[in-house]
């Protein structure tokens, strides 16, 4: 029986090339492929997925929110992170909000597979990369990693929208929180990166590749 993938990426190249290769694969088919946080959202609705394979990169959302989402409405369905971002700018954080899997796309194309056939049999799927990140993070070496690996989920879809140009009012209406709790998340997000403006958070946040 083969295992049913879905691809999320703006990038039309991208998709099909990863099409094409994983179609090779007796034992895998893609049934999906979206190029937007919403597109996928729909997917994720119509069912009938083993493994997504979702780029943290959206037009319409990042891909935090987009995991956010997933998470929320199949938090059983096992998600892969294919990022042109190095490991050490998202995959701890988006681990810890509920990836299966991260890999870089500069990745042998192999690792993919394997990652993919991984995650179908519901384990997850660390590279030792990422697993050195996290063994740092839970004691010994850099054990705080980077300020923004400490923000939890949602102060970090703030600190992305915010980062971007969002202004409080529409990252509310965006999440579905009051001016009020969006304000308290941009204040806790400020105080735990010791940043003191919009602006210090803009320039993190493009001096980290977190946003393009």
Known sequence: MSIK???VDDHAIVRAGLRQYLAEQMDLQVVAEASNGREAMDLVRAGGIDVLILDVSMPDQNGVDVLSGIRARAPE????????????????????????GYLNKECDPQEILTAVRTLSRGRRYITPAVAELLADQLGG??????????LSERELQVFLRLAQGETIGAIGESLSLSVKTVSTYRTRVMEKMKLASNSDLTYYALKNGLIQ
């Open 5 to 7: 993938v879905a691809i």
């Open 141 to 150: 070496g850099k054990a705080e990693g980077l300020p923004h690996e400490q």
């Open 77 to 100: 369905l096992p998600v892969l992170i294919l990022s042109s971002y190095p490991e050490t700018h998202y995959a701890t954080a988006l681990l810890k909000q509920g990836a299966s």
